[in-house]
Structure formats: C-alpha cells, structure tokens
C-alpha cells in the first residue's frame, strides 16, 4: 500500500512538472510573439517607406525618403510642422549665416586633409525632396537596453552653468573638453580630427564632438553633433558620423541620428548615423571634417557638416531653454562605459587616436578652426576658454596656444594604463 501511494505521488509530481513546462512553453511563446509584435511596430515606425534604397559596402542599407515622411514629422509637436526652407526663408539668402566659415591659415595643425566621406556614397546618391537615412534592423533592436531606450544616450547629471561642472561624478562617462561660458552663444564650429579609436565593452562607445547647451532648472538641453564608435548602437566598430539631442540630460527625451522623432533633415548627401573615412593614422595623413551649428531667429538649431552642406535642424518646438541661445559650449571628446574607474578595472576604451593629448598632431585627436558666434553675429575664437577632464590620467585635455597662430585643441587617451589608469 505504502508503495502505491509513492507511486501515485510520483505520478502526480510528473504530471504537475509536465503542466508547470507546458504553461511556461505557452508563456514563453506569447512572450515572444509579443516582442516579436513590438519589434515590428518599431521597426515600422523607424523605417519609412523609401523611395531608393542603397546597399553601402559596410553592409548599411540607405534609405532615400520623402522629405515629409521622415521620422521627425511623428513628433506631436511637428505634425503640422512646414521644413523652414523656402516658405520661411528665401533660399538660399537666408541661409547665408550658415555658410560662413573662419579658418586660419596660421593654425597650429598644419597639412590635414577635409576630403572626408561617407561609404555609402560610393555606392548611389538620393534623389532630390529625398532624405538618406541609414535602416534599422531587428538585431539592431535587439542589442537595445529596451525598446523604448532604442537611440537613447545614457542619462548624464545637470552641469552647474556657474562651475562648468556636473553636480556629481556617478554617471558612467569620461569628458576631456574645451569649454567656454556664456549667456548668448547662438552657434558654434570646429575641424574635428577623424580616427577609429578601439571600443573594448560591447556597452562602451567613444566620441569626439561638440555640444551647444542650456540649463533647464536641475537639467539640461543639448544639440550635439561629431563622429562616433558605437557598437551597441551599429552595430560595427567603424567611425560613424552622428548627431544627438535632449532636453532633461538624457532622461526620457532626444536621441542620435534619426532613431526617434525631433532633427529634421534636408541634405540628400549626408547620412546620419553612417561611416565617415578615411581615418587619420600616426606618422600619416590627418583627416578632419568641419562641423558648425548655428541657431536662427525662430529658434531652430542648423547643422552643417563640410563649411557648405546643412543637414537639416532641431526645430524650436523640440528644445526647450535652447530656443533663445545656449549657455555653454564644449569641444572634445566623451567614453561611455559600465566599467567606471571607481571600481577598477577601467575600461581600455580609447578616446580620440587613443593618445594622450600631450602627443599632439599626428598623434593626439585634435579640433582646429574652434570657433563661437553671439548675438554681434560674428564667428570668432572664444574669449574665455577652459580645459576639463574627468580622469585626466586616463583621457586627457590640451589647449595649445601659441603666439601667432591658431589655438588648437588636444584630447583623448587609451583608457586603462596600469598603474595610472588601473
């Protein structure tokens, strides 16, 4: 008797574990058929009709667009929204401001090349009242912390305006950065050096850019553009050009590139979010390629890449206290990682060439041509200027001024360099 009942019990176990793995089956299908379902909605919302698509070398596809059906016109904000050219300005007059430059010919950096391109353009052009944007894809998505977060960059804490610093050090990126404070800068250029820095975490990316911002109470506002390595976000360890904004330092709002609705692009030749080469190399060639952005009288953010082609714009509806002016302007270079240098080891990811600044041309990153404009509307070298680095023994800053030419600015570093940077 004793026996039978042990073996009803095991029955009953066997049974019960069987129902247990059936249910959890059943979940875990309906689980994944439900992100597969979201993934789709996504991707749907992401990638617009195109009217040509690209097959790029690099394994991108480049979408050609209509102008109107880009993602920016799925904000709330935008959806009545008319692209401020033509109806607003008389093209290209009005457009003018965008197209000054100021380089010197007695810069510190000298023999570097701006025939800088994107890979995708060997491959086809886009068609005009077309827009290139670069595809998404599911692993795309799949390699997200979430699909809301899809194109987010981390979090970061307010600067305090007043110090030119963050109100703490928790947040888990690495600045090395010229910075200059003001009340009324209304643009902003460099010549950014171009190289192909090594990202070693999966999570970790590496920048060198510029940021226009305005503090918004405990937040900020910032309208950002340079190149970047981001293999979470693209997939690859190329150098990738790319653009980013935000209204509450990160928190919920703005994104890079065209991965959620805000920065209206115009430009059919210029990519956001795709390969930019060739790269600079020591004892070699340096390459760099211009990047300014202006505001205009109605609020919007301009980018422009190469001194003459403008990319598009951040409307005024999307950026909050940066609708008047911005506050501070920073040059320079950003590494993000999970592994912080309080809990060593350091991450080994390079900012810049992955030299330190003290290396100079041909061997540190650098950015000449850096160049502010206010409210006299005149493009010029900033007045009062400071160097920062988060961890100066890992990534650090430069400023070299000599009498009679013009400044130019170092940054970067290799990241982990036992014992200085454990």
Same mark, same amino acid.
């Given at each position: ?53 690209? %097959? ?71 068609? %005009? ?10 692993? &795309? ?31 888990? &990126?690495? &600045? ?55 293999? %979470? ?11 980013? +904004? ?48 202006? +505001? ?10 190469? &001194? %003459? ?21 920073? +040059? ?91």
């Amino acid at each position: 008797m004793g026996k039978c009942k042990v073996a009803i019990l095991l029955l009953w176990v066997f049974f019960a574990l069987c129902t247990t793995i059936l249910e959890l089956k059943v979940e875990a299908r309906a689980a994944s058929s439900f992100l597969e379902k979201e993934i789709e909605a996504k991707l749907k919302l992401l990638n617009k009709p195109a009217v040509k698509s690209i %097959k790029s070398e690099d394994g991108d596809i480049i979408d050609c667009i209509n102008i109107y059906k880009q993602p920016a016109f799925d904000h709330p904000a935008l959806i009545n929204h008319t692209i401020q050219v033509g109806k607003f300005y008389d093209t290209p007059n009005n457009l003018n401001f965008l197209l000054e430059s100021q380089s010197s010919s007695t810069r510190g950096a000298t023999n570097a090349s701006t025939d800088v391109f994107q890979t995708w353009q060997k491959s086809g052009s886009c068609p %005009k009242e077309t827009v290139p944007i670069r595809r998404i894809r599911k692993e &795309d998505l799949l390699r997200a912390v979430s699909l809301n977060r899809f194109g987010q960059k981390p979090p970061e804490p307010s600067v305090n305006s007043a110090t030119n610093t963050k109100l703490n050090f928790s947040n888990l &990126d690495y &600045d090395a950065h010229l910075a200059t404070l003001g009340f009324n800068f209304i643009g902003a250029q460099a010549n950014i050096n171009v190289w192909n820095p090594n990202v070693e975490q999966p999570e970790d990316f590496t920048t060198a850019q510029m940021w226009l911002k305005a503090n918004n109470g405990e937040n900020f506002a910032s309208v950002e553009a340079g190149w970047m390595v981001n293999p %979470k976000l693209y997939g690859d360890h190329n150098s990738r050009l790319f653009a980013a +904004w935000t209204i509450n330092s990160y928190h919920t709002t703005g994104c890079f590139d065209l991965t959620c609705q805000g920065f209206v692009q115009i430009a059919s030749e210029i990519a956001l979010g795709s390969t930019v080469g060739p790269y600079s190399s020591q004892f070699n060639q340096q390459y760099e390629i211009n990047v300014g952005i202006f +505001w205009d009288r109605n609020g919007n953010w301009w980018l422009r890449m190469k &001194d %003459k082609i403008i990319v598009g714009y951040w409307p005024a509806a999307i950026v909050g206290n940066l609708q008047h002016s911005a506050t501070l302007v920073q +040059w320079g270079g950003q590494v993000f990682s999970y592994n912080v240098k309080t809990t060593p080891p350091h991450t080994g990811t390079q900012m810049g060439s992955g030299e330190a600044a003290s290396g100079r041309f041909g061997f540190a990153c650098y950015m000449t041509n850096v160049r502010i404009k206010d409210y006299s509307e005149t493009l010029k070298y900033p007045q009062f200027v400071s160097t920062y680095a988060a961890e100066p023994y890992c990534y650090s800053a430069l400023n070299d001024v000599q009498y009679g030419k013009d400044p130019v600015f170092f940054f970067g570093g290799p990241g982990r360099r036992p014992p200085y940077c454990p």
